[in-house]
């Protein structure tokens, strides 16, 4: 009835083969946005060009380093001094201009992070907030 049986598996197992390629290429080849994609807080810290400005090592850039930056001592450009606790970071990240740091100049974060809308995501400003706190000393 179905001819030669080893002629019927081999185009049956090409079928299925065949419909494997389709399938993944169809699965390649579905919109990135669709899939939930979290960043780490050093990819955002790289990701927003935090990395540009600020170290983790302690070493000079143009902003300040966060390396021992959490619970210290800051002096605004103001003169007033606050504690760089999470509720002084998470002001500073999302208006960098409401109380800058003395000795640095915040309308450049404010024009580097204007795009990036951080207002926005308080989840990712909560995880550039745990990385600097994690960078003690």
């Given at each position: 009835?179905?001819?030669?049986?080893?002629?019927?598996?081999?185009?049956?197992?090409?079928?299925?083969?065949?419909?494997?390629?389709?399938?993944?290429?169809?699965?390649?080849?579905?919109?990135?946005?669709?899939?939930?994609h979290?960043?780490?807080?050093?990819?955002?810290y790289?990701?927003?060009?935090?990395?540009?400005?600020?170290?983790?090592?302690?070493?000079?850039?143009?902003?300040?380093?966060?390396?021992?930056?959490?619970?210290?001592?800051?002096?605004?450009?103001?003169g007033?001094?606050?504690?760089?606790?999470?509720?002084?970071?998470?002001?500073?990240?999302?208006d960098?201009?409401?109380?800058?740091?003395?000795?640095?100049?915040?309308?450049?974060?404010?024009?580097?992070?204007?795009?990036?809308?951080?207002?926005?995501?308080?989840?990712?400003?909560?995880?550039?907030?745990?990385?600097?706190k994690?960078?003690?000393?």
């Amino acid at each position: 009835m179905f001819g030669n049986p080893l002629l019927f598996t081999a185009k049956r197992l090409s079928l299925t083969a065949l419909a494997a390629v389709a399938i993944a290429a169809c699965a390649s080849s579905a919109p990135t946005h669709v899939a939930t994609h979290v960043l780490s807080a050093r990819q955002l810290y790289v990701t927003y060009g935090c990395a540009d400005c600020h170290t983790l090592d302690g070493s000079a850039g143009t902003g300040p380093t966060w390396k021992g930056l959490y619970g210290s001592r800051v002096e605004l450009s103001s003169g007033r001094f606050v504690t760089a606790n999470a509720a002084y970071l998470v002001k500073h990240i999302v208006d960098p201009n409401a109380m800058t740091v003395h000795g640095y100049p915040g309308s450049v974060m404010a024009q580097a992070i204007a795009a990036d809308d951080l207002a926005h995501k308080p989840a990712e400003v909560r995880k550039l907030v745990a990385l600097i706190k994690s960078v003690e000393h």
